[in-house]
């Protein structure tokens, strides 16, 4: 179940680096988007940082609305989300019907949150434009954050079935699974 | 073997997330840091980003030298990763020796290259003043790169024993193995 988690611990749900699916809307328009190069950045404010090539259709989607959705898929998905980054949001009309994705609306912000997916980060833009124009890297704020409370533990994902697990892309169409938790105690 | 590989392809070692060991020395001082947010951020230049927090003992160095080595730390290296966040360079004299950490010399940067990882990148500082003291962002060129070719095949990792695999922190001491591929066919 999908359930709001507070947005000082939101950045938590990036710590283990997997890979996202961007989703984005403006003025009627959607899209969605692989990307495996988004990491968090502070606690408080809560921070996140994400690379978005120049010239994508996500680009310009997220650069008009300023606003954006990270989603963490699972392996049940991970034909979606190697399609998402495969395909151009220009070339498909709807790609998110065409994934077969289904959506639900998000709080704060315009785009939406890619249902079965274990966590969602709603973010705004903070204008940084040298860094999005040299580097295609996007400086976010979360303004809502949503975890599946069947796995999420308040500080990190409790993974039991393969399929719920979420993806870390490697190459080319090549993922790893998040795998076996390894706890060290102090000391 | 850690045997060098090609720059255009250094940020592949990033792409999955993995937690990684920030080195850096300047002036005879050596250090080493366990950082979670750190992500590729183009291939060509070979680019990443790492967040390296204010006050800390690794800033003052990085800083200084202009320089660091991320280095892949393993399942095996886990409790040393672990400590290498929480104790500071500043509180232990010589933090690498204190965590039994042996050391290789780079070939082109200062700091040097942690034994017993399975990846390793030498990168210098792309000076961004602005990203680095209003969010911790450091902007990294790749200036030499390796990897463990027993593990490498030159897109990816082939990881087989469970003590080999890269690391991605959680929360507080709880990391998730890299864990099994999943691969995705085209169409």
Redesign the interface.
């Known amino acids: 179940m999908r359930a709001e988690i507070p947005l000082a611990r939101s950045s938590?749900l990036l710590?283990?680096?997997?890979?996202v699916l961007v989703s984005s809307a403006h003025q009627g328009k959607t899209n969605v988007m692989a990307v495996?190069?988004?990491?968090?950045?502070?606690y408080e404010p809560p921070?996140i940082?994400a690379?978005i090539e120049e010239g994508s259709h996500t680009r310009a989607l997220v650069e008009a609305s300023g606003e954006l959705v990270v989603n963490l898929p699972t392996?049940a998905q991970?034909?979606q989300?190697?399609a998402a980054g495969?395909l151009s949001g220009k070339d498909v009309p709807d790609k998110i019907a065409k994934l077969s994705l289904k959506t639900s609306p998000a709080k704060v912000v315009g785009a939406p949150l890619i249902d079965g997916c274990v966590g969602w980060l709603e973010c705004k833009v903070v204008p940084?434009a040298?860094?999005q124009e040299e580097?295609?890297?996007f400086?976010l704020e979360v303004v809502a954050a949503w975890a599946d409370t069947a796995l999420w533990d308040g500080?990190?994902?409790n993974f039991t079935a393969?399929e719920q697990?979420t993806?870390?892309?490697?190459?080319?169409?090549?993922?790893?699974?998040?795998?076996?938790?390894?706890?060290?105690?102090?000391g």
């Open positions: 938590l710590n283990h680096g997997p890979t495996a190069w988004c990491m968090a950045l502070d921070r940082t690379v392996v991970a034909k989300l190697y495969r940084e040298r860094m580097y295609d890297l400086i500080s990190t994902f393969p697990r993806l870390h892309h490697a190459s080319k169409g090549q993922f790893f699974a998040t795998g076996e938790p390894v706890r060290v105690t102090k």
